[in-house]
């Protein structure tokens, strides 16, 4: 795969994982589990929803083939 041909890969997933992220993250907000009144106008609360939301979203973008496991654990070290 070329560089081109990569980053073509991950816009085209980019515009579901925008849309999707965002939809999540207003479940989470509207789901009652954090009282969002308690935070300031900061980023404290948008992070914590996001990071979660992202962790929860990050299952529908592994491959269907488990034998890329090794490529996905080396790669959390950079």
Same mark, same amino acid.
């Given at each position: 795969?070329?560089?081109?041909?990569?980053?073509?890969?991950?816009?085209?997933?980019?515009?579901?994982? @925008?849309?999707?992220?965002?939809? =999540?993250?207003?479940?989470?907000?509207?789901?009652?589990?954090?009282?969002?009144? /308690?935070? &300031?106008?900061n980023?404290?609360?948008p992070?914590? @929803?996001?990071a979660?939301?992202? =962790?929860k979203?990050?299952?529908?973008?592994?491959?269907?083939?488990?034998?890329? /496991?090794? &490529?996905?654990?080396?790669?959390?070290?950079?």
């Amino acid at each position: 795969m070329t560089k081109t041909q990569f980053e073509n890969k991950i816009k085209e997933m980019m515009k579901d994982v @925008i849309k999707e992220t965002l939809k =999540e993250c207003t479940r989470l907000f509207e789901s009652g589990a954090v009282d969002t009144e /308690s935070y &300031e106008n900061n980023f404290s609360l948008p992070k914590i @929803i996001l990071a979660v939301a992202l =962790e929860k979203m990050s299952d529908q973008y592994y491959p269907l083939f488990n034998g890329h /496991s090794e &490529e996905i654990r080396n790669l959390k070290h950079f």
